[in-house]
T-cell receptor
Framework: NAGVTQTPKFQVLKTGQSMTLQCAQD?????MSWYRQDPGMGLRLIHY???????DQGEVPNGYNVSRSTTEDFPLRLLSAAPSQTSVYFC??????????FGSGTQLSVL | KQEVTQIPAALSVPEGENLVLNCSFT??????LQWFRQDPGKGLTSLLL?????REQTSGRLNASLDKSSGRSTLYIAASQPGDSATYLC?????????FGAGTTVTVRA
């Protein structure tokens, strides 16, 4: 039982490049979400999904796209990377009303 | 917009002392509140989850209380150990969204 798996762990991009951060969970959780963590600012919600085919915006959605074609996977796409998107990104999942399980994070640097 | 505040931002205590970590939030219409632990360079691990109808939750040396009407939660860690050194974050849930505090970084000195 792997829990929530994020890849890659580290990534360096140039401004304007696009990429996809992968997130997969094997707990059959309906709810999945993406956060970014910046020093002194806590975690901020980017996008979330309450089930396959259903996504919605969080607090800081601009510059990011998501889709949820299966229960297991919830990839986060950066359309045109900017230095302001340098951050640590976390994927998390839960079952209804239960604790949130986090992946180990992706450290992204945009030069 | 829900604002979640954790004070102090950092705390250093000798081993064996009890820890008291505070969390306050502005909107009391929460679904639940969670306390998380984060070790450097790692993801978050959920420690305790308190539903809005509950007053407290306990797990081993950890106890968390919730006063929804005043917008406060407190995490107590009894008889602290060096292994308790980490950043502790609280998060409140409204609808499908969690709002996090910035965390309290705890150092337990041996």
């Amino acid at each position: 039982n792997a829990g929530v798996t994020q890849t890659p762990k580290f990534q360096v991009l140039k401004t304007g490049q696009s990429m996809t951060l992968q997130c997969a969970q094997d707990m059959n959780h309906e709810y999945m979400s993406w956060y970014r963590q910046d020093p002194g600012m806590g975690l901020r919600l980017i996008h979330y999904s309450v089930g396959a085919g259903i996504t919605d915006q969080g607090e800081v959605p601009n510059g990011y796209n998501v889709s949820r074609s299966t229960t297991e996977d919830f990839p986060l796409r950066l359309l045109s990377a900017a230095p302001s998107q340098t951050s640590v990104y976390f994927c998390a999942s839960r079952q209804s009303g239960e604790k949130l399980f986090f992946g180990s994070g992706t450290q992204l640097s945009v030069l | 917009k829900q604002e979640v505040t954790q004070i102090p931002a950092a705390l250093s205590v000798p081993e064996g002392e009890n820890l008291v970590l505070n969390c306050s939030f502005t909107d009391s219409a929460i679904y639940n509140l969670q306390w998380f632990r984060q070790d450097p360079g790692k993801g978050l691990t959920s420690l305790l989850l308190i539903q809005s109808s509950q007053r407290e939750q306990t797990s081993g040396r950890l106890n968390a209380s919730l006063d929804k009407s005043s917008g406060r939660s407190t995490l107590y860690i009894a008889a602290s150990q060096p292994g308790d050194s980490a950043t502790y974050l609280c998060a409140v849930r409204i609808d499908y969204k969690l709002s996090f505090g910035a965390g309290t970084t705890v150092t337990v000195r041996a």
